[in-house]
């Protein structure tokens, strides 16, 4: 047999039909549905009568528009549009029969966090969501593609994707990562090195000493990020934490069946000797605390460097970088560490979850913030119940962050939280497009560490001093 | 699906890289339930000022391309979240092609499955496409599916590729759901092989 990749693995086990030109059926183990991308597939399926074909392996939660505030059940903080697309879920999940998560649930909360929570999300799976984020899910070694709406519709319909394979690239980290460099780090300076276009046609496999040390938490922050460099997935393979995060989530396999499962998933890797279109290596050690100056995920830099000038960047990215600094109200030559901050923002599904949380408290710890506002939206209510009981959420509270239930928040601002023009937010999401986080708001995009050494100092803050 | 055979039409020029599909539709308007109604608030934030007025010197505000059928823009167009309402915008405002040097991968998809046409073109042509663009409206750019050709109004032709499924569709106007239904047996029997082999699914 000859060698294979991961990406090249799951393919195979998923391959429903394949035509003579090369265009492919996928079958899908997991489809994920929230409440922005889904209203218009499910009117197509009854225009035209058809149905869900597989309810029991579509799962449903409301997260881009939901309130985060703690007054949420009362109707009134939500607009009239976002009540009706929550309550087009709610009805469409119940008419339907798919499995749900209501905001009123403990366990609701982003869909990418919520899935493999709950276990929903298990290695060697194909797994789609109408959300480019879904690359998350590639943490676990499952094969996890963003979608349109008309292709939710296809999957709704017909449990398959139709896909051309992509290319494999294989991206890896050596060596140890240095003292408050993390996942964020990593993943912020891959989309450094290789641009925002760089995995266009590629399903990128991360690995390395690195990334074999990182939790399953860092695991998916870095994966979470790999459609910010363009890449259609990314992947990493399941190993012993990744099979320990598993055991015993709700929708987890059992007994026998965990056995069988475990037997699959163990040859979940890539041979030795497979053939890679495009590989990249970055020295563990080499990668610093990062931030992003521009609008565009690939404007990273290490926080000890300066604002760059647009005449250091060549072709189409002179006029970009140029707009991209005024935009965000910056001079070149300024060091990184200089810049004021008005807002922090903790959460999204880049870093949402538990350890995000951790690392942010460590900072905070018997501090004050020296921001105008500063918010935590943990990923899911389960995460915030947990960072509860670690007390970490008194941590937050004492140093003046508002502590907010689960949803996607200001990540996109799609609910009421979100920046004024001209204001500067250190955040822990991952785009820093214009306008993502409220009209005419700037965006610096870090690590839950770095946002909180920006909480504390009221600049951007290489969190080496504070630690 | 509307059909895509051929088209000639004003091209309006974009040279930026990155346009984003937070750029295309901003994330106010992705509330609604529908497909259509969205043209416009197609690039609303470059489009229209706090007040909601027209900024003059936004292209599609320019009396010449107002009635624009196909945008001619920068490497890695639609590149950011999975929004359908993207192409819906796009496609609601009357564009109905795209020439760029390259695509973010969702977005490409997402074109196809409502008729509108993204031609990817090396740099140097799309950069004399953008020339002829910015003559403005007498300048007709033409383009023929069929052939897989793009002219400028001078009468130089391009060749572009195009993924042969996704142009068959495209030209005879298929609803690619109906296309796979029509393989259920294939998915029965992977689904039933798949019970047998990864019951925990
Ligand atoms: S947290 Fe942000 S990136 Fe993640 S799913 Fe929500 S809106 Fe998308």
Redesign the interface.
């Given at each position: 047999m000859s060698p294979k990749t991961l990406y090249d693995k799951i393919w195979d086990?998923h391959?429903?039909?394949e035509?003579e030109?090369g265009?492919c059926?996928l079958?899908i183990?997991r489809h994920l549905v929230h409440e922005?991308?889904s209203?218009?597939a499910f009117?197509?399926l009854r225009m035209?009568g058809?149905t869900v074909?597989a309810p029991d392996?579509t799962i449903a939660v409301p997260d881009?528009?939901v309130p985060t505030t703690l007054d949420r059940a009362n109707a009134a903080t939500m607009?009239e549009?976002?009540r009706?697309?929550v309550e087009?879920l709610d009805k469409n999940a119940k008419d339907f029969g798919i499995h749900y998560y209501p905001v009123s649930d403990i366990r609701q909360g982003i869909v990418h966090i919520v899935g493999p929570e709950q276990g929903w999300t298990?290695p060697?799976?194909t797994v789609v969501c109408?959300?480019?984020h879904t690359a998350t899910h590639g943490a676990f070694g499952a094969l996890a593609h963003?979608?349109?709406?008309?292709?939710v519709?296809?999957v709704l319909?017909?449990?398959?994707l139709?896909q051309?394979k992509s290319k494999n690239m294989k991206v890896e980290i050596t060596g140890k990562l240095r003292p408050g460099v993390t996942a964020k780090d990593i993943t912020m300076s891959v989309i450094g090195v290789t641009g925002?276009?760089g995995g266009?046609?590629y399903v990128i496999e991360y690995c390395g000493e690195a990334i074999r040390d990182l939790s399953m938490e860092g695991r998916m922050t870095v994966c979470n990020m790999a459609i910010e460099g363009?890449a259609?997935a990314g992947l990493i393979a399941p190993d012993e934490k990744t099979f320990e995060y598993c055991k015993g989530r709700p929708h987890?396999?059992k007994g026998a069946?965990?056995e069988?499962?475990m037997e699959?998933w163990k040859t979940l890797y890539s041979d030795d000797d497979a053939a890679w279109d495009k590989v990249i290596t970055i020295k563990g050690e080499d990668i610093a605390p990062v931030v992003t100056w521009g609008t565009?995920p690939e404007d990273v830099l290490p926080i000890t460097a300066n604002v760059p000038a647009a005449s250091d960047f060549e072709?189409?990215?002179v006029?970009?970088a140029e707009?991209a600094l005024e935009y965000m109200g910056l001079t070149s030559g300024t060091p990184l560490a200089d810049i004021e901050i008005d807002t922090v923002f903790i959460g999204s599904c880049t870093n949402g979850r538990i350890e995000d949380l951790r690392a942010a408290a460590d900072i905070l710890k018997g501090k004050k913030i020296a921001v105008k506002r500063a918010m935590v939206v943990p990923g899911s209510g389960l995460v915030r119940a947990q960072a509860e009981e670690e007390g970490l959420a008194d941590i937050f509270k004492e140093a003046g962050f508002e502590w907010r239930l689960a949803g996607c928040s200001m990540c996109?601002?799609?609910n009421p939280d979100q920046l004024q023009?001209g204001e500067r937010c250190a955040a822990t999401s991952n785009?820093n497009?214009?306008?993502?986080q409220g009209?005419g708001g700037r965006t610096h995009l870090m690590s839950p560490a770095m946002a909180a050494a920006a909480a504390v100092t009221g600049k951007l803050t290489d969190v080496r001093e504070l630690m | 699906m509307d059909k895509f055979d051929t088209l000639t039409g004003i091209a309006a020029p974009m040279?930026?890289?990155?346009i984003?599909t937070?750029?295309i539709i901003?994330?106010?308007f992705?509330?609604?339930?529908?497909?259509s109604g969205l043209g416009v608030n197609l690039f609303d934030?470059m489009r229209y000022d706090?007040d909601g007025n027209e900024i003059p010197d936004f292209v599609l505000n320019k009396t010449q391309y107002r009635d624009a059928e196909i945008l001619v823009a920068?490497?890695?167009f639609g590149?950011?979240?999975?929004?359908?309402h993207a192409?819906w915008a796009i496609k609601d405002f009357g564009i109905r092609c795209v020439i760029a040097p390259?695509?973010?991968?969702?977005f490409y998809?997402?074109c196809f499955?409502?008729g509108i046409l993204p031609i990817a073109l090396p740099q140097e042509q799309v950069d004399v496409i953008m020339k002829d663009a910015e003559k403005g409206a007498n300048a007709r750019v033409s383009i023929d599916l069929d052939a897989q050709t793009v002219t400028t109004s001078d009468g130089e032709v391009f060749s572009f590729e195009v993924?042969?499924?996704k142009k068959h569709c495209l030209m005879n106007g298929l609803d690619?759901?109906g296309l796979?239904?029509e393989?259920?047996a294939?998915?029965d029997s992977?689904?039933a092989a798949?019970a047998q082999s990864?019951?925990?699914?």
């Open positions: 086990a391959l429903a039909h035509a030109d265009t059926l079958y183990d922005v991308t209203p218009q009117e197509g035209t058809r074909r392996k881009h528009n607009t549009d976002s009706v697309q087009a298990l060697g799976m109408g959300d480019s963003g979608i349109g709406t008309s292709e519709e296809h319909a017909t449990q398959t139709i051309q925002t276009a266009t046609g363009g259609r987890a396999p069946q965990w069988a499962a699959w565009s072709g189409g990215k006029g970009a707009r996109l601002a799609m023009p785009r497009f214009e306008g993502r009209r | 040279p930026l890289i990155n984003d937070d750029m901003p994330k106010q992705l509330k609604t339930i529908k497909r934030e706090d920068g490497d890695n590149c950011g979240s999975s929004r359908e192409p390259s695509y973010a991968d969702i998809n997402n499955k409502n993924d042969a499924f690619d759901i796979t239904m393989k259920a294939s998915i992977f689904e798949a990864r019951p925990w699914v």
